[in-house]
């Protein structure tokens, strides 16, 4: 049973307000990512980091931005939301190293309105 | 060229069958390798890893991995219902520099 949690599941917030979601992971692992994927579509990485202070922007360009001042905890924050970040916002932790699987939180499904 | 490119779907097989899913990579230094099962509106959960040439079987699940032709491949033998899902390949390089593939989605049909 993967220990990563995320919240809140669901959010719908107007547009303009500053939004932060949380992920925070029980397990130790040092390599956390956000995902962004929209319903039926692939999965975008936006952020990952490989340690505490250590953070690096993904494949997909976005507006929101990451901090890792504990190594369980990685959160995500969007300063002014709008309504083109509506997705969902998928947390994942893993091992360092190469031979090491993702473990994935439940997700938070944002709305902006 | 994508990174990982994995079958276009959707994918369509009647209950009892196999399903196989497949998967291509362009890092040569790529180690290890992974399949994914997500539901919808679900989170990806791992449900093989393989990371020698060969095949790895688990229960109904054999993965398949062939270095020199970059290629990886799922196969899902007696194929329930419950096995319709989208299936993710995510590859490591010996870096930790993970990357998903676009998913196929498969529909197993009663």
């Known amino acids: 049973e993967a220990d990563i949690y995320q919240t809140p599941r669901y959010l719908v917030i107007g547009t303009g307000k500053k939004i932060t979601l949380e992920c925070s992971q029980t397990?130790?692992?040092?390599?956390m990512y956000w995902y962004q994927q929209d319903p039926g579509m692939e999965l975008h990485l936006i952020h990952y980091?490989?340690?505490?202070?250590?953070?690096e922007k993904g494949d997909l360009s976005s507006e929101s931005t990451v901090s890792r001042i504990r190594t369980e905890h990685f959160p995500l924050t969007l300063e002014s939301a709008r309504p083109s970040h509506t997705s969902q916002y998928l947390c994942?932790?893993?091992?360092?190293?190469?031979?090491?699987?993702?473990?994935f939180g439940q997700g938070t499904r944002l709305t902006v309105v | 060229q994508k990174e990982v490119e994995q079958n276009s779907g959707p994918l369509s097989v009647p209950e009892g069958a196999i399903a196989s899913l497949n998967c291509t990579y362009s890092?040569?230094?790529?180690?290890?390798f992974f399949w994914y099962r997500q539901y919808s509106g679900k989170s990806p959960e791992l449900i093989m890893s393989?990371?020698?040439?060969g095949d790895k079987e688990d229960g109904r699940f054999t993965a398949q991995l062939n270095k020199a032709s970059q290629y990886v491949s799922l196969l899902i033998r007696d194929s329930q219902p419950s096995d319709s899902a989208t299936y993710l390949c995510?590859?490591?390089?010996?870096?930790?520099?993970?990357?998903f593939g676009d998913g196929t989605t498969l529909t197993v049909k009663p």
């Open positions: 994942a932790s893993s091992e360092l190293g190469g031979y090491t699987e993702a473990f």
């Open positions: 397990m130790g692992h040092d390599k």
């Open positions: 980091s490989y340690g505490v202070n250590s953070t």
């Open positions: 890092d040569r230094v790529s180690q290890s």
């Open positions: 393989i990371y020698s040439n």
């Open positions: 995510a590859v490591n390089t010996n870096a930790g520099k993970s990357t």
